[in-house]
C-alpha cells in the first residue's frame, strides 16, 4: 500500500491529493477558523483534530506525518481486533488485514481509517462487561459522531438497561464538550452544514448508477459536473432523486428504532451486529457513496467476526469483492465511470448491487436473530 501511495499512477492517479486539501485547510485553522465558505468543508467539526494532528508531528513533512498517523491507527485497530481473536479464536483481525490493502492506497491517504479506529475500539468497549469501559466506549463513539457522523451509529445495538444509560450518556457528553471547546477556539465550526446540505447524487452512488443507466440507455439527458469536492450528476429529476434517498435513509432509521424496540434476545455479538447493519443501510441509502466508506464497513465486519456468536458472517465476505470492486471504480477505471463507458458501469452496477445486497442480507440476519421467535422462524 506504501509502495502504491508513492507511485499513486493507477488508473486516474493522484489519489494523496486529498492530502493537499488537508494541508489547505490545516492553514485555515492555524489562523483559527474552519474552513470559510469552502464548499468542499463538509465534517462535523472533529474532523478539525484529525487534520490538525499532522501538522504538530516534529520532524515530518505533513504529507508523511499524515501517512504516518493513517498507519498508527491501522496498527490500533489491527492490534485490538488481534486481542479480541486471542480470546475467542476467531477471525476479526484476519479480515481486516486482507481485506483493507484491497482498498489498494486509499486508506493511506484518506483520514477515514482514524475515524474506524474510533469506531472500533467504542463497539469492542461497549461489548466489555464493566461500566468504565461501557462510558469509555460512548465517549468513543461520540468523539467519532463529531469527527465523522457515522460512528455514533456504534450504538443502536447496546443492550437495554444499564449499558444503554452508560453509553449514550458518555457519548452525548463527550460529543458536546467536543464541539463546545472547538466552538470557543474556532470560527464558523458548524459552516459544514451549509454545504452538506446542497450535495446533490455522486456517481458513485446507487441513485448515480441508476442515472448512468439510464443516461446509457438514452432515457436521461443529464451530465457529470464536479460539485462539492466529488463528481455529481446534474440534470432533470437530479433533486427528486436527491430527497427520494433522503426519505430512503429516514426509513432505515425507522426501521432500526423499530428493531431496537422489538428486538427480544441480546447476544455478544448483537450490539456488533446492529452497528455494522446500520451503517450498512446508511450507506446505500445515501447520496453520496465515497470509495473511503467501504473502510468503514471492512473495519465493523472485521469487529462482527471477533465474536463467534455473530451472524454476520455471510454479509462479511461480500464486502470482499465489493472492496475490490471500489478499486476498479477509483482509481483503475475512474475515467470511464465518468464517461460511463460499458466497463465503469458495469463495475459500479457489481460493486453497489453487492452493497446493496449485503445491506438487506444483514437487516434480514439481524431481524431474524434477535426478533423472530424460533417457533416464527
Not at 491501522?74 to 492490534?79: G, K, Q, S
Not at 477471525?91 to 484518506?110: E, K, Q, T, Y
Not at 460529543?175 to 451549509?194: K, M
Amino acid at each position: 500500500m506504501l509502495l502504491l501511495l508513492l507511485r499513486d499512477d493507477i488508473g486516474i492517479g493522484g489519489v494523496a491529493r486529498e492530502v493537499d486539501l488537508y494541508r489547505h485547510w490545516y492553514g485555515q485553522f492555524a489562523s483559527g477558523t474552519f474552513p470559510p465558505g469552502d464548499v468542499t468543508w463538509q465534517y462535523p467539526p472533529g474532523a478539525g483534530l484529525v487534520i490538525m494532528a499532522p501538522g504538530i508531528v516534529p520532524s515530518l513533512t505533513y504529507f508523511q506525518a499524515f501517512v504516518a498517523l493513517a498507519l498508527l491507527a491501522d496498527a490500533v485497530i489491527t492490534l485490538a481486533l488481534a486481542h479480541a481473536d486471542s480470546e475467542r479464536l476467531t477471525h476479526g483481525a484476519w479480515f481486516w488485514v486482507c481485506g483493507l490493502p484491497l482498498l489498494l492506497h486509499l486508506p493511506l491517504a484518506r483520514y477515514d481509517v482514524h475515524t474506524t479506529a474510533l469506531a472500533v475500539l467504542a463497539l469492542l468497549a461497549v461489548n466489555a462487561r464493566s461500566t468504565a469501559a461501557h462510558q469509555l466506549g460512548g465517549a468513543l463513539a461520540g468523539i467519532g459522531a463529531m469527527v465523522k457522523v457515522w460512528p455514533a451509529l456504534t450504538l443502536i445495538g447496546t443492550p437495554r438497561g444499564r449499558t444503554t444509560r452508560e453509553a449514550w450518556t458518555a457519548a452525548v457528553v463527550a460529543a458536546l464538550a467536543l464541539v463546545a471547546t472547538l466552538a470557543l477556539l474556532f470560527d464558523e465550526s458548524f459552516g459544514f452544514l451549509r454545504q452538506q446540505g446542497n450535495r446533490g447524487i455522486q456517481i458513485e452512488s446507487l441513485g448515480g448508477t441508476a442515472l448512468a443507466l439510464a443516461r446509457a440507455a438514452d432515457v436521461w439527458p443529464g451530465r457529470v459536473e464536479f460539485r462539492y469536492g466529488s463528481f455529481e450528476y446534474v440534470g432533470p429529476y437530479v433533486s427528486t432523486l436527491g430527497h427520494f434517498a433522503l426519505l430512503l435513509t429516514v426509513i432505515a432509521l425507522g426501521w432500526l428504532l423499530l428493531w431496537r424496540v422489538r428486538a427480544r434476545r441480546w447476544t455478544p455479538a448483537t450490539p456488533l451486529d446492529a452497528a455494522f447493519t446500520a451503517v450498512l443501510l446508511f450507506t446505500v441509502t445515501s447520496r453520496v457513496i465515497s470509495p473511503q466508506y467501504m473502510i468503514w464497513l471492512l473495519g465493523l465486519a472485521a469487529v462482527c467476526l471477533t465474536s463467534r456468536s455473530t451472524v454476520m458472517r455471510p454479509v462479511a465476505l461480500l464486502l470482499l469483492p465489493a472492496a475490490g470492486l471500489s478499486s476498479l471504480a477509483y482509481p483503475t477505471l475512474y475515467a470511464e465511470v465518468l464517461s460511463g463507458a460499458p466497463s465503469g458501469l458495469t463495475v459500479m452496477v457489481l460493486r453497489n448491487g453487492l452493497l446493496l445486497a449485503a445491506a438487506v442480507l444483514a437487516a434480514r440476519r439481524l431481524w431474524k436473530e434477535t426478533v423472530t421467535t424460533p417457533a416464527e422462524s
